[in-house]
């Protein structure tokens, strides 16, 4: 297989950088060239975003007040077409970047965060790196909603930092056995409600919230697989953003259920974190690794014990 707070919320703080901020010229190592993950947020008001149909996994999960974020990954990011808009990063974005081995490409964070970021030397770039290169702002849009990239952008900062992953990439594969369901619904916070259909013509799913169906530049996004991993969060204790909200993170280690659809079929999992410098991987019952269809995969991260409703 394998988010500032949205909406009216102000722009994450953003302290003075370190003073060395240039990147030495990369150095050749083996492997290929490492994803790109993006910060794009969900507030409604921005809806609908772009560019999340090319991604190849989005993970989406609480920041505060009961709005959600993605992580939007591109293992190779190409083309114009613009993805966005870009916000900031979170706690459980770093658990994301580390396990993929990616580029982050985000807006400002808390400073908890930032000096995570900068302490561990992180791969990232943001709105303002190299003259805002990798993140670009639509004028047309109201700040902070209107950062943007694009695939060749991505590709252009992954390859300024020249990072690199070795890890290998799981076999694509139709999936075997499973509950037949065909619509899912569930709460993935108390105000973002979430449900799928699946069509067999598109042998995808559409993914629907409070405002409608989720769509990607007018067009309905089509997800292939959606997974549902049980993780549980709590408060983080320190300060997220200026208006006081208290920063979440994710006891996103180790290994706890899922609950993965594709296809139109239901299959109990087990996602496994047992090692943080490596993908997120999903195991059967008999313990080896789900071999998912290629294309979007959606992963949720919810309550342990969400139980959806299914038709």
Known sequence: MAV???GTQPA?????RPAATAVPAPTPTPGRPAPAVVQVENDPAVRPQSGLQKADLVFEYLTEGGITRFSAIYRDPSGSERIG???SARLVTLKVLRSFGGVLFYSGASDRVLGMIWDQKLP???DHADGGRYITRDGSRPVPHNLFTS???LQQGVQRLGTRVTYELPAAAEPAGGDPVSRLSFQQTFSHPV???YSEADRAYTYSTDTGPMTDQGRPLKVTNVVLVQVAH???GYTEDVRGEEGVDFDLQGSGPADVYSRGGHRAATWDLSRPDQPLRLLG???AELALPAGLTWIHLVDPGTRPATG
């Open 151 to 153: 695939g060749d952008q």
């Open 285 to 287: 019952a008999d313990g």
């Open 12 to 16: 994450a703080r953003t302290p003075a």
């Open 85 to 87: 808009p870009g916000r």
């Open 4 to 6: 500032a707070a949205c």
């Open 195 to 197: 449900s799928y259909a």
């Open 234 to 236: 709590h408060d983080a």
């Open 124 to 126: 990232s770039l943001d």
